[in-house]
C-alpha cells in the first residue's frame, strides 16, 4: 500500500508533467522537434536517476559506516563494564581497611601534635621571661623595649595557634589562650600608659618629652601594622562614608539645637537658623576642598550623589527642620558649590562617562567584528532573524545608567539631562564607525569570497542589529523623558535623526547583500543571446530562480520590514538587466545580436517568450513581490514575440501591442529590440518606429483636442474658459485644422450671454 503523501507528490509530478508538455506542444509546428524534445527529457530523466542512485548509495556508505562504529562502541563499552566489574570485585576486599587504620590514624596524629609541641618548646621556654621584661619595661617607661617584647609575644603566638587551628584542635587552642593570657595584660598596662600621657600631653611634653616621642612611634608602629588608616585606591567607599558620618553628626546637632536649644536661649537669637548657617558653610567649605584635592571617577559620582540628597527629607528637608534658606545668611550657595564649580564637576562626570561609553562602543564593535569571520552562522531570536551580540553591548551601559532609581536620577536632573543629550550623540556617531566596519568586510570578502563562507547571513544579522539598535535605545530615552516635555521636545529631532543615520546601515547592508546576489546572477546571465544559450540543453531560467530561491532561504531571516523591500529590488534589477540585454543598453557595441538565420531567430524568440511566463510563474508562486512586478516580467515575452514574428509587415503590430501594455516604451528602445533580429536594415527599423510614434502624436493630440472642447463647454469659470480657447486655437494653428462649429457656436453663445448678464465682459487677453 503506497502511503498518502507518495500518492500526493505523484499526482503532483503528473500535474506538473501536463503543463509542462501543453507548454512545450502550445504550437502545432513545435510537434516537429518531438524526437529533440524527447531526447531532452531523456537526458533530463537519466541525470536525475543518476543522482538519486548516487545520493542513495552515499545514504547505504554512511549507514554502513555507522554500523561499524557502533559494533565497536559496543566492543568498547563491553570491555569497560568488564574492567569495572573486576575493579569493584577487587575494591569489596578494602571494606574493613579505615577501621583496621583508625588506631594508626589516631598515633599519627599525636605525632604531628608532639612534632608541633617539639619545634615550638624553644619559643614556650622564652615566654614568661620575655612578659617579665615586658613588664618591667612598662613599670620604668622604657615604652619602646616594651612595645619590642609584646610584638615578639605576639608573633610567637600567632604562630603556634595557626599550627593548632590546623589540626582542629580546640582543647589545644583553649590552652594555649590561658598561657597567654598575660599577653592581654600587658597590653593593657601599654594603653593606659599612652593614655596617661595623652592626658597630661601639654605638661608632659615639657617635662616627659622622650616619653611623649616614645608613645607617637609605637602608635605609629601599630596603625602600619593594623592597617588602620585608609587605602585610598582600594577603599572604593570611604567618601560614601565620610559623607554619611558628616550627614548624621550634623542631623543629630540640628535635632538638638531645633528641639533644646530654643529652652534656653531667647527666640529673637534664632538659634536654629544660626546652626544651618555654620553647618551649611563648614559642609560648602569642606566640598571644595575635596574637589580641589583632586577625586576619582568614582568620588565624582559619590559627591554629586550626596550634594544631589541635600535638599531631600534625608538631610535639611527634614520636617522638622523646614529650613528656608533664603532667608539664611551663607557665605555658600543652597547647593553648597558656586554654580559654576557645581557645573564643571557635572561636565567633568559625563565627560568621563561619554569617553568610557565611546570606549566600549569602540572596543564591542571591535569584538562583533571577530565574530563576522566565523565559519558558523550567527544566531536567531525568536522571530527566526539573524543577529550578533552588538546590539546588547551597545544597550547594556545605557541600560545601566538610564532608568527609574538608576544612577541618573540619583545625580540629578542637571546632570542627567546633559548626559542624555551627549549620550544620544554618541550613539548617533557610532553609526559611521559601524557602517565603516561594515564596508570594509565588504571589501575583504569581493577579494576573496572564500574567506567568509556566511557573509550574506552576518551583513543582513548587522541589518537586524541596526534596526534593533535604534528602536531599543529610542525606547529607553522615550520612557525616561516621558514626564519632561522640554527635554523630549530636545531630543525628539536628535532621535529622528539617529534613526535615519542607523536606517542608512542597513541600506548599506542590503546593497551588500544585493550585490552578492548578482555577482552570482551575473554569471548566469553572461550566456544570454549567446549560441550556448540557444541550445536545448541550456537551463539559464532554472539557474535564476534556483540561485534566488537558495539566497531566499538566507534572506528570510532578515527583518521582515527589510525583506519586503529587498525581493521587489532584487526582481526589479533582474528585470532590468534582462530588458537591457535585450535592448543593447549595458554593451559596449551599439546593439548585441547573434545575425539568427530564420530557425534560429524563432528559437530564441520562443526561448524569450518561454523564459518570461516561466519567471513569471516563479515570482506568483514562490517569492513574495508585488502584482506590477510580475506584470512587467511580461515585457520579456513581449520582446521575445518580435523575433517569432517572420513577416516585416506584421511587426507594427507586435510594436503597438508592447505601446499598448508599456506606453512609457521609447522610440530608442523600439529601435533596439527591432535591431536585435538581425534581418533588419537600420532605415526600415527606424522608418517603422518613426510612423509608430507619429501615430502615437496624433491619437494624444486628438484625445487633448477633445478634453479642451470638454473644459470649454462644460466649464463655469471664465478663466479656465479662457486657458481652454487659447490651448485649442494653439493646436487648430499648429494642426492647421478647424474646430467643430458646434463648438464655435457654443463658445460664441457663452461669451454673449456672459457679456449681457455681467455688464460687460472684457475680450482683450487674446480670447476675443
Same mark, same amino acid.
Given at each position: 500500500?503506497?502511503?498518502?503523501?507518495?500518492?500526493?507528490?505523484?499526482?503532483?509530478?503528473?500535474?506538473?508533467?501536463?503543463?509542462?508538455?501543453?507548454?512545450?506542444?502550445?504550437?502545432?509546428?513545435?510537434?516537429?522537434?518531438?524526437?529533440?524534445?524527447?531526447?531532452?527529457? %531523456?537526458?533530463?530523466?537519466?541525470?536525475?536517476?543518476?543522482?538519486?542512485?548516487?545520493?542513495?548509495?552515499?545514504?547505504?556508505?554512511?549507514?554502513?559506516?555507522?554500523?561499524?562504529?557502533?559494533?565497536?562502541?559496543?566492543?568498547?563499552?563491553?570491555?569497560?563494564?568488564?574492567?569495572?566489574?573486576?575493579?569493584?570485585?577487587?575494591?569489596?576486599?578494602?571494606?574493613?581497611?579505615?577501621?583496621?587504620?583508625?588506631?594508626?590514624?589516631?598515633?599519627?596524629?599525636?605525632?604531628?601534635?608532639?612534632?608541633?609541641?617539639?619545634?615550638?618548646?624553644?619559643?614556650?621556654?622564652?615566654?614568661?621571661?620575655?612578659?617579665?621584661?615586658?613588664?618591667?619595661?612598662?613599670?620604668?617607661?622604657?615604652?619602646?623595649?616594651?612595645?619590642?617584647?609584646?610584638?615578639?609575644?605576639?608573633?610567637?603566638?600567632?604562630?603556634?595557634?595557626?599550627?593548632?587551628?590546623?589540626?582542629?584542635?580546640?582543647?589545644?587552642?583553649?590552652?594555649?589562650?590561658?598561657?597567654?593570657?598575660?599577653?592581654?595584660?600587658?597590653?593593657?598596662?601599654? %594603653?593606659?600608659?599612652?593614655?596617661?600621657?595623652?592626658?597630661?600631653?601639654?605638661?608632659?611634653?615639657?617635662?616627659?618629652?622622650?616619653?611623649?616621642?616614645?608613645?607617637?612611634?609605637?602608635?605609629?608602629?601599630?596603625?602600619?601594622?593594623?592597617?588602620?588608616?585608609?587605602?585610598?585606591?582600594?577603599?572604593?567607599?570611604?567618601?560614601?562614608?565620610?559623607?554619611?558620618?558628616?550627614?548624621?553628626?550634623?542631623?543629630?546637632?540640628?535635632?538638638?539645637?531645633?528641639?533644646?536649644?530654643?529652652?534656653?536661649?531667647?527666640?529673637?537669637?534664632?538659634?536654629?537658623?544660626?546652626?544651618?548657617?555654620?553647618?551649611?558653610?563648614?559642609?560648602?567649605?569642606?566640598?571644595?576642598?575635596?574637589?580641589?584635592?583632586? @577625586?576619582?571617577?568614582?568620588?565624582?559620582?559619590?559627591? /554629586?550623589?550626596?550634594?544631589?540628597?541635600?535638599?531631600?527629607?534625608?538631610?535639611?528637608?527634614?520636617?522638622?527642620?523646614?529650613?528656608?534658606?533664603?532667608?539664611?545668611?551663607?557665605?555658600?550657595?543652597?547647593?553648597?558649590?558656586?554654580?559654576?564649580?557645581?557645573?564643571?564637576?557635572?561636565?567633568?562626570?559625563?565627560?568621563?562617562?561619554?569617553?568610557?561609553?565611546?570606549?566600549? /562602543?569602540?572596543?564591542?564593535?571591535?569584538?562583533?567584528?571577530?565574530?563576522?569571520?566565523?565559519?558558523?552562522?550567527?544566531?536567531?531570536?525568536?522571530?527566526?532573524?539573524?543577529?550578533?551580540?552588538?546590539?546588547?553591548?551597545?544597550?547594556?551601559?545605557?541600560?545601566?545608567?538610564?532608568?527609574?532609581?538608576? +544612577?541618573?536620577?540619583?545625580?540629578?536632573?542637571?546632570?542627567?539631562?546633559?548626559? +542624555?543629550?551627549?549620550?544620544?550623540?554618541?550613539?548617533?556617531?557610532?553609526?559611521?564607525?559601524?557602517?565603516?566596519?561594515?564596508?570594509?568586510?565588504?571589501?575583504?570578502?569581493?577579494?576573496?569570497?572564500?574567506?567568509?563562507?556566511?557573509?550574506?547571513?552576518?551583513?543582513?544579522?548587522?541589518?537586524?542589529?541596526?534596526?534593533?539598535?535604534?528602536?531599543?535605545?529610542?525606547?529607553?530615552?522615550?520612557?525616561?523623558?516621558?514626564?519632561?516635555?522640554?527635554?523630549?521636545?530636545?531630543?525628539?529631532?536628535?532621535?529622528?535623526?539617529?534613526?535615519?543615520?542607523?536606517?542608512?546601515?542597513?541600506?548599506?547592508?542590503?546593497?551588500?547583500?544585493?550585490?552578492?546576489?548578482?555577482?552570482?546572477?551575473?554569471?548566469?546571465?553572461?550566456?544570454?543571446?549567446?549560441?550556448?544559450? %540557444?541550445?536545448?540543453?541550456?537551463?539559464?531560467?532554472?539557474?535564476?530562480? #534556483?540561485?534566488?530561491?537558495?539566497?531566499?532561504?538566507?534572506?528570510?531571516?532578515?527583518?521582515?520590514?527589510?525583506?519586503?523591500?529587498?525581493?521587489?529590488?532584487?526582481?526589479?534589477?533582474?528585470?532590468?538587466? +534582462?530588458?537591457?540585454?535585450?535592448?543593447?543598453?549595458?554593451?559596449?557595441?551599439?546593439?548585441?545580436? @547573434?545575425?539568427?538565420?530564420?530557425?534560429?531567430?524563432?528559437?530564441?524568440?520562443?526561448?524569450?517568450?518561454?523564459?518570461?511566463?516561466?519567471?513569471?510563474?516563479?515570482?506568483?508562486?514562490?517569492?513574495?513581490?508585488?502584482?506590477?512586478?510580475?506584470?512587467?516580467?511580461?515585457?520579456? #515575452?513581449?520582446?521575445?514575440?518580435?523575433?517569432?514574428?517572420?513577416?516585416?509587415?506584421?511587426?507594427?503590430?507586435?510594436?503597438?501591442?508592447?505601446?499598448?501594455?508599456?506606453?512609457?516604451?521609447?522610440?530608442?528602445?523600439?529601435?533596439?529590440?527591432?535591431?536585435?533580429? #538581425?534581418?533588419?536594415?537600420?532605415?526600415?527599423?527606424?522608418?517603422?518606429?518613426?510612423?509608430?510614434?507619429?501615430?502615437?502624436?496624433?491619437?494624444?493630440?486628438?484625445?487633448?483636442?477633445?478634453?479642451?472642447?470638454?473644459?470649454?463647454?462644460?466649464?463655469?469659470?471664465?478663466?479656465?474658459?479662457?486657458?481652454?480657447?487659447?490651448?485649442?486655437?494653439?493646436?487648430?494653428? @499648429?494642426?492647421?485644422?478647424?474646430?467643430?462649429?458646434?463648438?464655435?457656436?457654443?463658445?460664441?453663445?457663452?461669451?454673449?450671454?456672459?457679456?449681457?448678464?455681467?455688464?460687460?465682459?472684457?475680450?482683450?487677453?487674446?480670447?476675443?
Amino acid at each position: 500500500m503506497k502511503s498518502s503523501q507518495l500518492l500526493s507528490l505523484e499526482e503532483h509530478a503528473k500535474r506538473n508533467a501536463e503543463k509542462r508538455i501543453a507548454d512545450t506542444f502550445q504550437r502545432a509546428d513545435q510537434l516537429e522537434n518531438i524526437d529533440l524534445i524527447r531526447t531532452r527529457f %531523456l537526458n533530463q530523466k537519466t541525470a536525475t536517476e543518476a543522482q538519486l542512485k548516487m545520493a542513495v548509495h552515499g545514504q547505504l556508505d554512511g549507514i554502513q559506516n555507522g554500523l561499524e562504529r557502533l559494533e565497536s562502541a559496543l566492543a568498547i563499552s563491553k570491555s569497560c563494564r568488564k574492567r569495572s566489574g573486576e575493579i569493584e570485585a577487587s575494591l569489596k576486599g578494602l571494606s574493613g581497611l579505615s577501621e583496621s587504620l583508625a588506631q594508626l590514624r589516631v598515633l599519627s596524629t599525636k605525632h604531628r601534635q608532639l612534632a608541633a609541641a617539639m619545634e615550638n618548646m624553644s619559643y614556650l621556654v622564652k615566654v614568661p621571661e620575655c612578659m617579665e621584661q615586658a613588664r618591667n619595661s612598662i613599670e620604668t617607661e622604657n615604652l619602646l623595649e616594651a612595645h619590642k617584647r609584646i610584638q615578639e609575644l605576639e608573633g610567637i603566638r600567632d604562630e603556634i595557634m595557626s599550627d593548632v587551628f590546623k589540626q582542629n584542635s580546640s582543647a589545644d587552642l583553649d590552652t594555649l589562650r590561658t598561657f597567654f593570657k598575660g599577653l592581654d595584660d600587658i597590653n593593657r598596662a601599654m %594603653l593606659d600608659k599612652i593614655k596617661r600621657v595623652g592626658a597630661t600631653l601639654t605638661s608632659a611634653v615639657i617635662t616627659q618629652n622622650v616619653l611623649c616621642v616614645n608613645c607617637v612611634r609605637i602608635i605609629d608602629r601599630e596603625e602600619r601594622v593594623q592597617g588602620c588608616s585608609v587605602d585610598r585606591e582600594n577603599e572604593k567607599n570611604r567618601l560614601v562614608r565620610h559623607n554619611e558620618a558628616i550627614r548624621q553628626h550634623a542631623l543629630t546637632d540640628l535635632r538638638i539645637a531645633k528641639n533644646i536649644f530654643p529652652t534656653v536661649f531667647p527666640a529673637d537669637y534664632h538659634v536654629f537658623d544660626r546652626f544651618v548657617e555654620i553647618y551649611h558653610d563648614a559642609i560648602g567649605a569642606h566640598l571644595e576642598t575635596l574637589i580641589n584635592n583632586g @577625586l576619582n571617577d568614582t568620588e565624582i559620582v559619590q559627591l /554629586l550623589g550626596w550634594i544631589n540628597a541635600y535638599h531631600t527629607e534625608e538631610f535639611m528637608k527634614h520636617p522638622l527642620f523646614n529650613v528656608d534658606f533664603s532667608l539664611l545668611k551663607t557665605r555658600y550657595p543652597p547647593n553648597l558649590l558656586p554654580d559654576e564649580k557645581l557645573m564643571s564637576l557635572r561636565q567633568e562626570y559625563v565627560k568621563k562617562t561619554i569617553l568610557r561609553l565611546r570606549n566600549w /562602543l569602540v572596543k564591542s564593535l571591535n569584538v562583533d567584528v571577530e565574530d563576522w569571520k566565523r565559519a558558523t552562522k550567527p544566531e536567531v531570536n525568536d522571530a527566526s532573524n539573524y543577529y550578533t551580540p552588538l546590539s546588547v553591548l551597545v544597550l547594556s551601559p545605557i541600560n545601566e545608567l538610564v532608568g527609574e532609581g538608576k +544612577l541618573l536620577h540619583f545625580l540629578g536632573n542637571a546632570v542627567r539631562e546633559n548626559f +542624555l543629550v551627549q549620550c544620544v550623540q554618541e550613539i548617533s556617531a557610532f553609526s559611521a564607525d559601524y557602517i565603516s566596519e561594515i564596508r570594509k568586510y565588504r571589501n575583504a570578502y569581493l577579494q576573496n569570497r572564500a574567506s567568509f563562507p556566511f557573509y550574506c547571513e552576518y551583513i543582513l544579522a548587522n541589518a537586524n542589529n541596526s534596526l534593533s539598535i535604534a528602536e531599543s535605545f529610542s525606547a529607553v530615552i522615550n520612557r525616561e523623558v516621558e514626564r519632561d516635555a522640554q527635554l523630549k521636545g530636545r531630543l525628539l529631532p536628535q532621535l529622528n535623526r539617529l534613526k535615519t543615520e542607523y536606517e542608512s546601515v542597513a541600506s548599506q547592508c542590503m546593497m551588500c547583500v544585493e550585490e552578492t546576489i548578482f555577482l552570482d546572477l551575473n554569471k548566469v546571465l553572461a550566456a544570454v543571446l549567446t549560441r550556448e544559450w %540557444l541550445s536545448p540543453a541550456d537551463l539559464t531560467p532554472q539557474c535564476l530562480t #534556483g540561485t534566488l530561491l537558495d539566497y531566499n532561504e538566507t534572506l528570510i531571516h532578515a527583518n521582515e520590514k527589510y525583506y519586503k523591500t529587498l525581493l521587489p529590488r532584487i526582481a526589479t534589477r533582474l528585470l532590468v538587466i +534582462l530588458l537591457r540585454f535585450h535592448v543593447g543598453c549595458i554593451l559596449p557595441s551599439p546593439l548585441r545580436t @547573434l545575425h539568427f538565420s530564420d530557425f534560429e531567430r524563432r528559437t530564441a524568440g520562443e526561448k524569450i517568450v518561454n523564459t518570461s511566463k516561466f519567471l513569471v510563474s516563479f515570482f506568483e508562486e514562490q517569492l513574495p513581490v508585488s502584482k506590477e512586478i510580475c506584470e512587467a516580467y511580461k515585457a520579456i #515575452g513581449l520582446i521575445g514575440q518580435f523575433l517569432i514574428t517572420d513577416d516585416h509587415s506584421m511587426l507594427s503590430l507586435d510594436v503597438m501591442n508592447l505601446q499598448r501594455s508599456f506606453p512609457d516604451v521609447r522610440t530608442e528602445q523600439l529601435y533596439a529590440i527591432l535591431m536585435l533580429r #538581425g534581418d533588419m536594415k537600420t532605415n526600415e527599423a527606424k522608418e517603422v518606429t518613426h510612423s509608430l510614434s507619429q501615430g502615437s502624436v496624433l491619437e494624444a493630440k486628438q484625445s487633448l483636442k477633445e478634453k479642451l472642447e470638454g473644459i470649454i463647454v462644460e466649464a463655469e469659470d471664465l478663466a479656465l474658459i479662457r486657458f481652454g480657447i487659447r490651448m485649442l486655437l494653439l493646436l487648430i494653428r @499648429l494642426d492647421d485644422t478647424t474646430p467643430a462649429p458646434s463648438v464655435l457656436w457654443h463658445l460664441h453663445a457663452r461669451f454673449f450671454h456672459r457679456h449681457w448678464w455681467s455688464g460687460g465682459v472684457s475680450t482683450g487677453n487674446g480670447v476675443g
